[in-house]
């Protein structure tokens, strides 16, 4: 009934950019804090970012990973339901099956903790 559903993930080469979006259907996205979550083959879960819905002066509206900082942004468009995930100067260490998810709630959880996710979408950076 309720979902998050990725997409835009791609093959792309190192220094790259690629915009990932994510959809809530079932329920209205724009009271709740949205992350962005990662993993590769064989390695554990990595938070990347969130956007949450306090106020947009609040320091912690939005988070991101130290491995992210500076070269991803996140947004988001509550008439669209949508939450986006502008990833810049990709490297190869950003390869991984990219998550949505969310807890509920309208402040981002700096572990990254959720209850619902979505399918995933692949990034894979590569020359």
């Known amino acids: 009934q309720f979902q998050l559903v990725e997409s835009g993930g791609g093959l792309v080469q190192p220094g790259g950019s690629l915009t990932l979006s994510c959809v809530a259907s079932?329920?209205?996205?724009?009271?709740?804090?949205i992350g962005w979550v990662r993993q590769a083959p064989g390695k554990e879960r990595e938070g990347v970012s969130c956007i949450g819905n306090l106020p947009e002066s609040s320091d912690d509206n939005t988070i991101y990973s130290d491995s992210v900082k500076g070269r991803f942004t996140i947004s988001r468009d509550n008439a669209k339901n949508t939450v986006y995930l502008q990833m810049d100067n990709l490297k190869p260490e950003d390869t991984a099956i990219y998550y949505c998810?969310?807890?509920?709630?309208?402040?981002?959880?700096?572990?990254?903790?959720?209850?619902?996710w979505g399918q995933g979408t692949q990034v894979t950076v590569s020359p």
């Open positions: 079932g329920f209205r996205m724009d009271v709740y804090a």
């Open positions: 998810a969310t807890e509920w709630t309208p402040r981002c959880s700096a572990q990254y903790e959720y209850s619902k």
